[in-house]
């Protein structure tokens, strides 16, 4: 080998192996320190690629179930409060079938009664305030049902079955609230120009199933009254009453009424169906909160009074409460109503039955839902760290050669700086 001054060639050579040797420490150092494989791009693109979708999936897996965890935390919370319905549901039947028995007297009812009356105000009151991270569960809020994710997708055209809806619902229907009624002077004075009665606060009564019931030579015949009333005034109302009366009789009778005396009298027409003496007007009655007619049978004079109607709460659809179970209005002040009441509070009973059946059914699905959550996010993390992570004992082993060859190098570029020297020694020759 030449021996040349300008150049150095061995020295050059160790400090390349060495440069080498030092990235590849480097490198090392980096991996066993991170404890990961990938630390930039440059370390493995497709891996990493690949191994961000799979961080995004594990992501999205475990707060998915996460969110199932809180599903469960919501329907136990929801069975539990409607656990408590059916045991006030239970109580009021108790004490119903207690009101039925004869041995009762009025104080003894009027005592049950007070009891039942409690034990409603408190079911209506789980069903405003039980709730899950202040959203009500129980007072038809949930009844449209709330979707809860527990998938890492989207739900939509390319994925479905990510998410799980909830709804809680009694099956019970919307219904405004009811002012007590308990005057004929309350209704007849609203009476609107579209045959309902109005109160106060505007929930309307309607006439529309009123029936008069008359026998003409002992043929009963059947009329409706409905429609448009022109005044608010008695004699006006009845005046109105025969109107449509005459308009549904056709030619075979002729109503009419008397401001005067305040008489309805029908006639009949034609001699083969008598006179109106020989007429009779039976009854006229409707639901509850409408129109009512007492009509004398003898006098055939007409007084227009009102039924009473009860107080009751506005109902929610879906809810749980007293009116959306259906036994608001229970009565357990007499036999008769008690007996009445037995029927409800069975219904009541299902419907609760129903629900937390459902719910049952849905937190069981909610656990299994989690569980394979879980064991997915466990198998997609093996498969993440299979691609990033260091494999501490083989990476150890690259970092002890790169360490032994990196003291080698420094060594051996000392040894290869000092060769031209010996050139001196041929000079001095």
Known sequence: MALTVNSNIQALNAYRNLNKTQAGLSSSLEKLSSGL????AADDAAGLAISEGLKAQIGGIQQASRNAQDGVSLVQTADGALSQSQAILQRLRTLAVQSSNGSQSADSRTAIN?????LKAE???ISDTSSFNSVNLLDGTYKTGYNFQIGYKADGASATGNQIAVSIDSGAAAASAVTAVTAQAQVLASLTGTGTFANATSTDYSASETTLRIKVNGVTMNFSVSGTFASTANDAVAASIVTLLNTQAGSSLTFSYSAT???FTVTAAGAALGVSSTIEVVAATVATGGLNLNLAAASNTGVASVNAVAAASAVAAGAFSAGGLGVASLDLTTQSTSQSAITAIDDAIKKVSTARASLGALQNRFQYTVDNLDTT??????AQSRITDTDMASEMVSFTRAQILS???????SQAKNLPSSILDLLRG
């Open 407 to 413: 003291q080698a190098g420094t060594s051996m570029l």
């Open 37 to 40: 494989r990938i630390n930039r």
């Open 123 to 125: 079911l209506t009151r």
């Open 114 to 118: 007070a009891e039942a009356t409690a």
């Open 261 to 263: 005396t305040d008489q």
């Open 377 to 382: 996010a466990e198998n997609l993390s093996a």
